[in-house]
C-alpha cells in the first residue's frame, strides 16, 4: 500500500515561496496521478493541482495558475509543488494524494491515498 509523507511547509510571508513535497513509500508512482489539496479550518478540503506521473501531464485549480508548479523526481519517488507570491488566504493544511488509476481528477473522492498533510502560514 502506498504510504504519502508531505514536507517543506511552515511559515512565510506574504508574496513568499515554498515548496512542498509528497514523498511516497510502499510502492512506486509510476502509473499513478498525484495531486495537492489544501483544506482551511471549517471549510471542505479544495483541490490545487495534478500531475500524471507517466506523460507529466498537469492541470491547476484556476486561483493556482501561473503561480504554483507540480512536477515529480522518478527517481526520489516524489511530487513537489512550487508556490509563488503567497498570500494570507493561502494558509491551510496541504495534503498530497494518490490515484492509481492515473487520471487525473479534482475531487478528492477519486484518490485512493492520503498523506497527513503540512501546515502553511502566510503571514501579512
Known amino acids: 500500500q502506498v504510504q504519502l509523507v508531505e514536507s517543506g511547509g511552515g511559515l512565510v510571508e506574504t508574496g513568499g515561496s515554498l515548496r512542498l513535497s509528497c514523498a511516497a513509500s510502499?510502492?512506486?508512482?509510476?502509473?499513478?496521478?498525484v495531486g495537492w489539496f489544501r483544506q482551511i479550518p471549517g471549510k471542505e478540503r479544495e483541490f490545487v493541482a495534478t500531475i500524471n506521473w507517466i506523460s507529466r501531464t498537469t492541470y491547476y485549480a484556476a486561483s493556482w495558475q501561473g503561480r504554483s508548479t507540480i512536477s515529480r523526481d522518478n527517481a526520489k519517488n516524489t511530487v513537489y509543488l512550487q508556490m509563488n507570491t503567497l498570500k494570507p488566504e493561502d494558509t491551510a493544511v496541504y495534503y498530497c494524494a494518490a490515484r492509481a488509476s492515473g487520471g487525473l481528477a479534482t475531487s478528492r473522492s477519486m484518490y485512493d491515498y492520503w498523506g497527513q498533510g503540512t501546515q502553511v502560514t502566510v503571514s501579512s
Open positions: 510502499g510502492g512506486t508512482l509510476s502509473s499513478y496521478a
